[in-house]
């Protein structure tokens, strides 16, 4: 953390310019180009590490993740196993170069609290039943961060496991809607948002979902939303989680669709 005070004055002033201006102007146009309803650009790859049972690298925006999964395996120490299922342990870390300001490694309460709602999705759709007393492991790594990092994780996360071929019910996905303002002060909701709108904005919400059955796997909010607005950004996120479902797909097929069957 730079702790010359010329250089943290000019940073609060230029946050206060930037906080100063609007998000989206009044021809519906955010900052970046964007339209309300779009999601910035995402990568999927999938299969990039060999010493991971399940990997998968994500770029969304200005996110970069990777995600890697260890297991089926003995849970270890003994007193954690489940003799009637797995257990799901996702670790989201943050790397200590992720940030503009370089942050502490280990984890903090944030990542604690990120780890359990991911970890809590990600066991609603795996088959826990079929791996008695076992440990399913998944680590996510932001890498380069910009708003919407849980949301990424996830959805990084999801595509690992089917790497691995761990058999699931669906594959998860996830992603966020939230509000904004225009030049008129006008409250406009929006998805995916950015690292401005995400620093500057009115209210976040990001979803998970089970996009075969419409499962809600995880909810949070951050902000303030009236239940007009709330179910105006749930439907908008819900939408963009089905988009990026389909990319999910995409890179899964491109990368065992070409494939031989086995005899």
């Given at each position: 953390?730079?702790?010359?005070?010329?250089?943290?004055?000019?940073?609060?002033?230029?946050?206060?310019?930037?906080?100063?201006?609007?998000?989206?102007?009044?021809?519906?146009?955010?900052?970046?180009?964007?339209?309300?309803?779009?999601?910035?650009?995402?990568?999927?790859?999938?299969?990039?590490?060999?010493?991971?049972?399940?990997?998968?690298?994500?770029?969304?925006?200005?996110?970069?993740?990777?995600?890697?999964?260890?297991?089926?395996?003995?849970?270890?120490?003994?007193?954690?196993?489940?003799?009637?299922?797995?257990?799901?342990?996702?670790?989201?870390?943050?790397?200590?170069?992720?940030?503009?300001?370089?942050?502490?490694?280990?984890?903090?309460?944030?990542?604690?609290e990120i780890s359990k709602v991911i970890s809590e999705a990600l066991g609603h759709v795996i088959l826990l039943e079929r791996f008695p007393r076992a440990s399913i492991d998944v680590s996510i790594e932001i890498l380069d961060a910009?708003?919407?990092?849980?949301?990424?994780?996830?959805?990084?996360?999801?595509?690992?496991?089917?790497?691995?071929?761990?058999?699931?019910?669906?594959?998860?996905?996830?992603?966020?809607?939230?509000?904004?303002?225009?030049?008129?002060?006008?409250?406009?909701?929006?998805?995916?948002?950015?690292?401005?709108?995400?620093?500057?904005?009115?209210?976040?919400?990001?979803?998970?979902?089970?996009?075969?059955?419409?499962?809600?796997?995880?909810?949070?909010?951050?902000?303030?939303?009236?239940?007009?607005?709330?179910?105006?950004?749930?439907?908008?996120?819900?939408?963009?989680?089905?988009?990026?479902?389909?990319?999910?797909?995409?890179?899964?097929?491109?990368?065992?669709?070409?494939?031989?069957?086995?005899?």
């Amino acid at each position: 953390m730079n702790s010359n005070p010329d250089v943290k004055l000019k940073q609060n002033e230029s946050e206060k310019e930037i906080a100063e201006k609007p998000l989206i102007d009044i021809h519906g146009k955010r900052k970046d180009g964007r339209e309300s309803g779009d999601l910035r650009k995402i990568k999927i790859e999938v299969g990039v590490l060999h010493r991971a049972e399940g990997s998968c690298y994500l770029e969304w925006g200005g996110n970069k993740v990777m995600a890697a999964v260890y297991g089926p395996r003995e849970a270890v120490p003994r007193h954690t196993q489940n003799p009637l299922r797995a257990i799901v342990n996702a670790r989201y870390n943050m790397a200590a170069f992720s940030v503009d300001e370089r942050k502490r490694p280990g984890p903090d309460r944030r990542s604690q609290e990120i780890s359990k709602v991911i970890s809590e999705a990600l066991g609603h759709v795996i088959l826990l039943e079929r791996f008695p007393r076992a440990s399913i492991d998944v680590s996510i790594e932001i890498l380069d961060a910009e708003a919407g990092t849980r949301c990424a994780g996830l959805t990084a996360a999801a595509v690992a496991l089917v790497d691995a071929g761990i058999p699931m019910k669906d594959i998860p996905v996830a992603c966020a809607a939230g509000k904004i303002k225009d030049p008129k002060q006008n409250e406009i909701i929006v998805l995916d948002l950015g690292k401005e709108e995400d620093n500057f904005g009115d209210a976040d919400l990001p979803v998970a979902i089970s996009p075969r059955t419409g499962e809600i796997l995880l909810l949070q909010m951050d902000g303030h939303l009236t239940q007009e607005e709330f179910e105006k950004a749930l439907d908008l996120a819900i939408k963009g989680c089905h988009t990026v479902s389909e990319l999910q797909k995409k890179a899964i097929i491109e990368k065992y669709g070409s494939m031989p069957e086995a005899k």
